[in-house]
Every structure is written in C-alpha cells, then in structure tokens.
C-alpha cells in the first residue's frame, strides 16, 4: 500500500513547482535569453517538477508492487499500464528523457526549447498531479 503522507509531501512539493512555472507562462523570449539567472531557475524548477513526478511515480510503483523500472521512461510506461496515468504516456515518456538531458548535461538547453515546454507542457503537469492526487485519496 502506497505510504499516503510521503505522497502527499512530495505532492505538495511538485505544485509549487508547477506554480512557479506557471508565473512565466507568458515571459517573452528575448527576456529569457537576456537573463541567465533567469534561465537556470526555469531549468531548475523544470526539472525539480520532472524529478518530482518520476519520484512519486517510483514511489507507488514500489509500495503497489507494480515492477522494476530500470529507466525513467519505464516508470512513466508501468503507470500508464496500470492506468494511473491516463493519457499522453508517450509525452510524459519524453519528460523523462529531457529531465536526463538537464541532469547530465548531454546537451546544452535552448532558451527556445526551455520556453516552449513552460509554455504548451505545463498543463501535462498539472494533469499528472491531478492523477497523482487523485489515486491516493
């Protein structure tokens, strides 16, 4: 059984990420370009919300017993199968992979890339939250 207060806490933590994002939905790419301060919070918070997200996931796949993931990609595969996340695996699947690239630094971010996720992606945050929250209620 899934260790609700753990989920709840990492919840918690997730949403305020996704708030922070949200606040620059509408930033203009010059801006972003100009600031690198600027830059590197946005990739940070991006990439705290996708760690969150893979480690909730990791969670309830381990306390529910549901496999062994190896790579990130197969957390996200493991939830879909088991319907908790409900919809767009194969974009959350690609969440996964940009969170390797921030990681390990595999690539350099494009400031362009980086605005268009916060942009057209956060909204598949919010879902995966909602998901998320409403499997352990």
Same mark, same amino acid.
């Given at each position: 059984?899934?260790?609700?207060? !753990?989920?709840?806490e990492k919840l918690i933590?997730?949403?305020?990420?996704?708030?922070?994002?949200d606040e620059y939905r509408?930033?203009?790419?010059?801006?972003?370009?100009?600031?690198?301060?600027?830059?590197?919070?946005?990739?940070?918070?991006?990439?705290l919300a996708v760690e969150?997200?893979?480690?909730?996931?990791?969670?309830?796949?381990?306390?529910?017993?549901?496999?062994?993931?190896?790579?990130?990609?197969? !957390?996200?595969? !493991?939830?879909?199968?088991?319907?908790?996340?409900?919809?767009?695996?194969?974009?959350?699947?690609?969440?996964?992979?940009?969170?390797?690239?921030?990681?390990?630094?595999?690539?350099?971010?494009?400031?362009?890339?980086?605005?268009?996720?916060?942009?057209?992606?956060?909204?598949?945050?919010?879902?995966?939250?909602?998901?998320?929250?409403?499997?352990?209620?």
């Amino acid at each position: 059984m899934v260790d609700v207060e !753990i989920v709840k806490e990492k919840l918690i933590h997730l949403e305020e990420y996704i708030n922070d994002l949200d606040e620059y939905r509408d930033l203009e790419f010059k801006k972003l370009a100009a600031d690198k301060i600027l830059f590197r919070y946005l990739e940070r918070t991006l990439h705290l919300a996708v760690e969150a997200v893979l480690d909730i996931g990791s969670h309830i796949i381990s306390d529910e017993r549901l496999g062994n993931p190896k790579f990130n990609s197969e !957390i996200i595969e !493991i939830l879909a199968d088991n319907n908790i996340i409900k919809e767009n695996a194969d974009d959350y699947i690609r969440m996964a992979k940009f969170r390797n690239i921030i990681v390990h630094d595999y690539a350099e971010i494009d400031p362009e890339i980086l605005l268009r996720i916060i942009k057209e992606n956060i909204s598949d945050l919010k879902a995966i939250f909602k998901w998320y929250r409403d499997y352990i209620s």
